[in-house]
Protein backbone atom coordinates (compact mmCIF):
# COMPACT_ATOMS: atom_id res chain seq x y z
CA UNK A 1 0.00 0.00 0.00
CA UNK A 2 0.76 3.34 -0.30
CA UNK A 3 2.14 5.86 2.36
CA UNK A 4 2.84 9.63 2.44
CA UNK A 5 5.25 10.88 4.98
CA UNK A 6 5.69 15.08 5.92
CA UNK A 7 7.81 16.31 8.67
CA UNK A 8 8.86 18.19 10.66
CA UNK A 9 5.08 18.23 11.82
CA UNK A 10 5.95 21.31 13.77
CA UNK A 11 7.96 23.55 12.76
CA UNK A 12 8.51 27.48 14.72
CA UNK A 13 10.96 29.73 12.86
CA UNK A 14 11.92 33.31 12.90
CA UNK A 15 10.97 35.59 10.27
CA UNK A 16 14.12 35.83 7.64
CA UNK A 17 15.04 32.14 8.66
CA UNK A 18 15.39 29.63 5.94
CA UNK A 19 13.03 26.86 4.99
CA UNK A 20 12.78 23.27 4.43
CA UNK A 21 9.77 21.35 4.21
CA UNK A 22 9.81 17.21 2.92
CA UNK A 23 7.42 15.03 1.48
CA UNK A 24 8.06 11.73 0.60
CA UNK A 25 5.82 8.80 -0.70
CA UNK A 26 6.19 5.20 -0.61
CA UNK A 27 5.12 2.20 -2.18
CA UNK A 28 3.74 3.73 -6.15
CA UNK A 29 6.50 5.27 -9.01
CA UNK A 30 6.04 8.35 -10.84
CA UNK A 31 3.35 10.11 -8.69
CA UNK A 32 1.98 13.60 -9.11
CA UNK A 33 2.87 15.60 -5.98
CA UNK A 34 1.61 18.57 -5.10
CA UNK A 35 1.83 21.06 -2.18
CA UNK A 36 -0.71 23.58 -0.48
CA UNK A 37 -1.04 25.87 1.96
CA UNK A 38 -3.50 26.28 4.28
CA UNK A 39 -4.35 29.58 6.59
CA UNK A 40 -5.94 29.50 9.88
CA UNK A 41 -9.62 28.77 9.37
CA UNK A 42 -9.28 29.26 5.67
CA UNK A 43 -9.44 26.87 2.48
CA UNK A 44 -6.60 25.46 0.48
CA UNK A 45 -4.17 27.48 -1.80
CA UNK A 46 -1.84 25.36 -4.46
CA UNK A 47 1.35 26.15 -4.37
CA UNK A 48 3.33 23.59 -6.46
CA UNK A 49 2.59 20.69 -8.33
CA UNK A 50 4.93 18.06 -10.45
CA UNK A 51 4.79 15.52 -12.04
CA UNK A 52 7.93 14.48 -12.57
CA UNK A 53 11.45 14.36 -11.79
CA UNK A 54 12.58 18.20 -11.56
CA UNK A 55 9.55 19.29 -13.11
CA UNK A 56 7.50 22.33 -11.16
CA UNK A 57 4.83 24.13 -11.39
CA UNK A 58 4.41 26.86 -9.62
CA UNK A 59 0.62 28.68 -9.13
CA UNK A 60 1.29 31.79 -7.26
CA UNK A 61 3.97 34.11 -7.30
CA UNK A 62 5.74 34.24 -3.66
CA UNK A 63 8.89 33.91 -1.86
CA UNK A 64 8.73 29.96 -1.45
CA UNK A 65 10.15 27.05 -3.65
CA UNK A 66 10.06 23.04 -4.68
CA UNK A 67 12.02 20.85 -5.91
CA UNK A 68 11.93 17.40 -7.11
CA UNK A 69 14.79 15.71 -6.41
CA UNK A 70 14.00 12.34 -6.69
CA UNK A 71 10.92 10.08 -7.75
CA UNK A 72 8.97 10.22 -4.69
CA UNK A 73 10.54 13.26 -3.03
CA UNK A 74 9.35 16.75 -2.84
CA UNK A 75 10.81 19.34 -0.87
CA UNK A 76 8.96 23.02 0.28
CA UNK A 77 12.00 25.69 0.67
CA UNK A 78 12.08 29.45 1.34
CA UNK A 79 15.50 31.21 1.61
CA UNK A 80 13.45 34.11 4.06
CA UNK A 81 10.28 33.43 5.55
CA UNK A 82 7.75 36.35 6.20
CA UNK A 83 5.10 35.79 8.90
CA UNK A 84 2.57 35.48 6.10
CA UNK A 85 4.25 32.16 5.37
CA UNK A 86 2.86 31.02 8.44
CA UNK A 87 0.02 28.17 7.51
CA UNK A 88 -0.57 24.41 7.50
CA UNK A 89 1.86 22.67 4.67
CA UNK A 90 0.14 19.79 2.95
CA UNK A 91 1.67 17.57 0.68
CA UNK A 92 -0.48 15.55 -2.08
CA UNK A 93 0.27 12.84 -3.98
CA UNK A 94 -2.10 10.97 -6.81
CA UNK A 95 -1.18 8.52 -9.54
CA UNK A 96 0.30 9.54 -12.66
CA UNK A 97 -2.33 9.86 -15.69
CA UNK A 98 -0.36 7.45 -18.22
CA UNK A 99 0.47 5.07 -15.37
CA UNK A 100 -3.13 4.38 -14.98
CA UNK A 101 -4.83 5.10 -18.21
CA UNK A 102 -6.85 8.03 -19.92
CA UNK A 103 -10.77 7.94 -18.29
CA UNK A 104 -9.53 6.97 -15.02
CA UNK A 105 -10.61 8.86 -12.31
CA UNK A 106 -8.27 9.14 -9.12
CA UNK A 107 -8.05 11.02 -5.68
CA UNK A 108 -5.23 12.65 -4.40
CA UNK A 109 -4.20 11.73 -0.69
CA UNK A 110 -3.37 13.89 1.80
CA UNK A 111 -0.26 13.59 4.19
CA UNK A 112 -0.46 14.43 7.73
CA UNK A 113 0.61 18.38 7.20
CA UNK A 114 3.19 20.62 8.58
CA UNK A 115 2.40 23.08 11.30
CA UNK A 116 4.55 26.22 9.92
CA UNK A 117 4.59 29.74 12.80
CA UNK A 118 6.94 32.18 11.51
CA UNK A 119 7.51 34.62 14.94
CA UNK B 1 -12.15 28.45 -15.74
CA UNK B 2 -13.47 25.82 -13.56
CA UNK B 3 -14.76 26.60 -10.50
CA UNK B 4 -16.43 25.03 -6.70
CA UNK B 5 -18.50 26.75 -4.38
CA UNK B 6 -19.59 25.09 -1.03
CA UNK B 7 -22.20 26.78 1.16
CA UNK B 8 -20.58 29.17 4.15
CA UNK B 9 -20.10 28.00 7.59
CA UNK B 10 -20.10 27.28 9.81
CA UNK B 11 -22.70 24.70 10.24
CA UNK B 12 -23.92 24.07 14.04
CA UNK B 13 -26.28 20.72 14.56
CA UNK B 14 -27.63 18.94 17.12
CA UNK B 15 -26.53 15.27 17.45
CA UNK B 16 -29.24 12.84 15.12
CA UNK B 17 -29.96 15.95 13.07
CA UNK B 18 -30.07 16.03 9.28
CA UNK B 19 -27.12 17.83 7.24
CA UNK B 20 -26.79 18.82 3.94
CA UNK B 21 -23.56 20.50 2.87
CA UNK B 22 -23.89 22.61 -0.52
CA UNK B 23 -22.06 22.17 -3.18
CA UNK B 24 -22.39 23.07 -6.69
CA UNK B 25 -19.64 23.45 -9.33
CA UNK B 26 -18.56 24.88 -12.72
CA UNK B 27 -16.60 22.93 -15.21
CA UNK B 28 -16.51 22.20 -19.30
CA UNK B 29 -16.76 18.68 -19.88
CA UNK B 30 -17.07 15.50 -17.75
CA UNK B 31 -15.29 15.67 -14.12
CA UNK B 32 -14.99 14.20 -11.63
CA UNK B 33 -15.97 14.95 -8.20
CA UNK B 34 -15.04 14.53 -4.67
CA UNK B 35 -16.10 15.21 -1.09
CA UNK B 36 -13.19 15.48 1.78
CA UNK B 37 -13.04 15.57 5.22
CA UNK B 38 -10.27 17.07 7.26
CA UNK B 39 -10.28 16.53 11.13
CA UNK B 40 -8.48 19.28 13.84
CA UNK B 41 -4.59 18.94 12.92
CA UNK B 42 -5.04 16.65 10.09
CA UNK B 43 -4.41 16.69 6.75
CA UNK B 44 -7.65 15.91 4.25
CA UNK B 45 -9.07 12.09 3.69
CA UNK B 46 -10.91 11.03 1.05
CA UNK B 47 -14.73 10.64 1.83
CA UNK B 48 -16.54 9.50 -1.43
CA UNK B 49 -16.72 10.33 -4.55
CA UNK B 50 -18.64 10.39 -7.82
CA UNK B 51 -17.02 10.18 -11.31
CA UNK B 52 -19.85 10.51 -14.06
CA UNK B 53 -23.60 11.63 -13.65
CA UNK B 54 -25.89 10.39 -11.35
CA UNK B 55 -23.54 8.40 -9.71
CA UNK B 56 -23.97 8.33 -6.18
CA UNK B 57 -20.75 8.10 -3.71
CA UNK B 58 -21.38 6.84 -0.22
CA UNK B 59 -19.19 6.34 2.94
CA UNK B 60 -19.29 6.16 6.97
CA UNK B 61 -23.16 6.86 6.31
CA UNK B 62 -22.62 10.18 3.93
CA UNK B 63 -23.70 10.20 0.84
CA UNK B 64 -23.48 12.73 -2.77
CA UNK B 65 -25.22 12.45 -5.90
CA UNK B 66 -23.70 13.83 -9.12
CA UNK B 67 -26.39 16.16 -10.54
CA UNK B 68 -24.98 17.26 -14.09
CA UNK B 69 -28.37 19.18 -14.55
CA UNK B 70 -27.76 21.35 -11.79
CA UNK B 71 -24.05 21.08 -11.64
CA UNK B 72 -24.03 19.96 -7.70
CA UNK B 73 -22.67 17.62 -5.41
CA UNK B 74 -24.48 18.11 -2.35
CA UNK B 75 -23.39 16.49 1.15
CA UNK B 76 -26.03 14.30 3.33
CA UNK B 77 -26.24 12.12 6.10
CA UNK B 78 -29.17 11.11 8.18
CA UNK B 79 -27.64 11.71 11.39
CA UNK B 80 -25.04 12.68 12.56
CA UNK B 81 -22.23 12.24 15.35
CA UNK B 82 -20.05 14.33 17.67
CA UNK B 83 -17.68 12.65 16.05
CA UNK B 84 -18.23 14.03 12.31
CA UNK B 85 -17.06 17.47 13.71
CA UNK B 86 -14.48 18.48 10.74
CA UNK B 87 -14.04 20.69 7.66
CA UNK B 88 -15.65 19.26 5.06
CA UNK B 89 -14.71 19.95 1.31
CA UNK B 90 -15.95 19.57 -2.51
CA UNK B 91 -13.49 19.20 -5.04
CA UNK B 92 -13.62 18.53 -8.87
CA UNK B 93 -10.79 17.02 -10.93
CA UNK B 94 -11.69 17.68 -14.66
CA UNK B 95 -8.85 15.97 -15.67
CA UNK B 96 -6.11 18.01 -15.78
CA UNK B 97 -3.26 17.96 -13.27
CA UNK B 98 -4.72 20.13 -10.67
CA UNK B 99 -7.81 20.01 -8.45
CA UNK B 100 -10.28 22.20 -7.74
CA UNK B 101 -11.53 22.73 -4.14
CA UNK B 102 -14.19 24.78 -2.18
CA UNK B 103 -13.40 26.65 0.62
CA UNK B 104 -14.35 24.35 3.10
CA UNK B 105 -17.68 24.09 5.53
CA UNK B 106 -16.93 23.33 9.44
CA UNK B 107 -19.41 21.78 10.99
CA UNK B 108 -19.63 21.52 14.60
CA UNK B 109 -22.05 18.80 16.03
CA UNK B 110 -23.07 19.53 19.54
CA UNK B 111 -23.89 16.42 22.06
Known amino acids: SQTIHQWPATLVQPVGSPLSLECTVEGTSNPNLYWYRQAAGRGLQLLFYSVGIGQISSEVPQNLSASRPQDRQFILSSKKLLLSDSGFYLC??????????????????FGPGTRLTVT | GNSVTQMEGPVTLSEEAFLTINCTYT??????LFWYVQYPGEGLQLLLK?????DKGSNKGFEATYRKETTSFHLEKGSVQVSDSAVYFCALDSGTYKYIFGTGTRLKVLA
Open chain 2, 50 to 54: ATKAD
Open chain 2, 27 to 32: ATGYPS
Open chain 1, 92 to 109: AWRPDSQTMGSGSSYEQY
